[in-house]
Each structure stands twice: as structure tokens, then as C-alpha cells.
């Protein structure tokens, strides 16, 4: 059997008295799209958290591509590609598209942070100029070419959820979590994306997913794990996972 891409075992977390996630088990496949769903407050961002090293776990194992991650800092777990976007949008407004991307980029090249962002002339490194190439090719990839030199702030919302993608595909994830990527979006500017995270994932990147709109969950994932007050409660693929009577109670409750 091959050794799944992220292997998570007995994953505890808790606030004081407060118990977020309670002896979770989690495996997944690489290649695929695997969502997360649950109510508000069953520790779906609280795992993201601990898999990317915001948070460290009370208990428990996670292990990415065989090896174990549980004590290393975000920076490492970003080094070996475990990337992710965020519930809220969290990019450097007043810097251009071009230049969010390139920070994205700044754990896979030997240059420093600030050779393209000092605006002053001189020759660019062959680093740099393959660099740049890259940002462009992944802006160009969710859609945003034409707004490399704009502000990142004042592009509409839809358009930053796409560049918070691109800033994390610049970082080269083999496992990208996107938190809520379709929060605010309007209906096309859901359709787009669904159609951006499948592009993604068919250029062979692993996806873990949160997601409120069940249409894009329904369409996009192959597995299914279904969380309530922090425990796993059901798992598998989507039309399973529609009828599933304890996932029906979680969301509507019970008669």
C-alpha cells in the first residue's frame, strides 16, 4: 500500500476546558481533493492550524509523506509543501500582485526578500528573472495576468481570494489547504474557482478542503470527513456523505 500524503493519529487540541479536537484520525491520499466539513465551531480551522504548525497539538501524530512534522516550526513544514490559504484574506495590500506572488516564491529561491522589491535599476540576478517568469506563469494560471502591477488592495474581493491562491502555489505545496476559499464569493465567481482548484489539483497537487458551500464540496472532493464539536463523526465519498443520517443531525438537528 502507499503511504498517504498526510497521516494524522489521535490529534487532540484544547483551549483551557475547552476541547476543539478530541482524538482525531485522518488519511489523505495524494492526488486527490479531500474536504472538510462541519458546523461552526467543530475544529475545522483549528486543524489546519495544527497540521501547518500555527498550533501544536495537545496529543497526537501528523505525519507528512511518511515522516513525522508534529514538532517542527510552519517554516519547515512550508520547506517540504504544506501551504495554505486563509479563512479571512491575508495579503500585503499596499504591494502589487506581482510582488505578493514573489514572497510566495521566497522558500524555493536562494535570494533574499528584498533584491525585487527595492525599486531601483539594476541588472536582475538570473534567479530574480526566473522568478518573476514563474509569478507570471502562476498568475496567469488563476486568472490574474493582466493585473501584475496593480495593487493587491484594489483588486475586487473574488480576484484577491484568486491571488492569495497564487501567492500559495508560488511556495510549490504538494498539499495546499484552502480555508473557506469561496467565503463572500458571488455565484460566477464560485463557478471560476471550483474550475481553478480542479486545474490545480490536475496539475498534481493535493488539496484539503473547507468548505461551507456544498455544491463545490459535492463536485470537487472524493473523500469526505465530516467534523461536529471536534470529533470525526463521518467519512466518506460525497453522495455517501449526503445521506449519512448523523451528518444530516449535525447540520439541520435532530426532530
Not at 49 to 70: C, K, M, Q, W, Y
Not at 175 to 201: K, R, W, Y
Request: hydrophobic share 45%; glycine share 10%.
Amino acid at each position: 500500500m502507499s503511504v498517504p500524503l498526510l497521516a494524522v493519529d489521535g490529534l487532540s487540541r484544547s483551549f483551557g476546558k475547552l476541547v476543539v479536537l478530541s482524538q482525531l484520525d485522518l488519511l489523505v491520499e495524494a492526488g486527490g481533493i479531500h474536504a472538510i466539513i462541519g458546523p461552526n465551531g467543530a475544529g475545522k480551522t483549528t486543524f489546519f492550524n495544527l497540521v501547518t504548525g500555527a498550533l501544536g497539538p495537545d496529543v497526537g501524530h501528523i505525519r507528512f509523506d511518511g515522516s513525522e512534522i508534529v514538532d517542527l516550526p510552519s517554516y519547515r513544514r512550508t520547506a517540504l509543501g504544506i501551504c495554505r490559504t486563509f479563512q479571512n484574506i491575508r495579503l500585503f495590500g499596499s504591494m502589487t500582485v506581482l510582488d505578493n506572488v514573489l514572497l510566495g516564491l521566497h522558500c524555493r529561491t536562494r535570494g533574499g526578500l528584498l533584491t525585487p522589491l527595492v525599486g531601483v535599476p539594476f541588472r536582475r540576478p538570473r534567479a530574480e528573472v526566473g522568478a518573476r517568469e514563474r509569478a507570471g506563469e502562476i498568475l496567469e494560471l488563476v486568472g490574474l495576468a493582466g493585473t501584475a502591477a496593480r495593487s493587491a488592495v484594489e483588486l475586487p474581493y473574488g480576484q484577491q481570494r484568486r491571488l492569495e491562491i497564487a501567492r500559495a502555489l508560488a511556495s510549490a505545496p504538494k498539499l495546499l489547504l484552502l480555508d473557506e476559499p469561496s467565503a463572500g464569493m458571488n455565484t460566477q465567481e464560485t463557478i471560476e474557482l471550483e474550475a481553478l482548484i480542479g486545474e490545480v489539483n490536475r496539475r498534481g497537487v493535493t488539496i484539503l478542503l473547507i468548505e461551507h458551500k456544498m455544491s463545490l464540496v459535492m463536485k470537487l472532493s472524493r473523500v469526505v470527513t465530516v467534523l461536529n464539536f471536534g470529533q470525526k463523526i463521518a467519512e466518506g465519498p460525497p453522495a455517501a456523505i449526503q445521506r449519512d443520517p448523523r451528518v444530516i443531525e449535525a447540520y439541520l438537528g435532530s426532530e
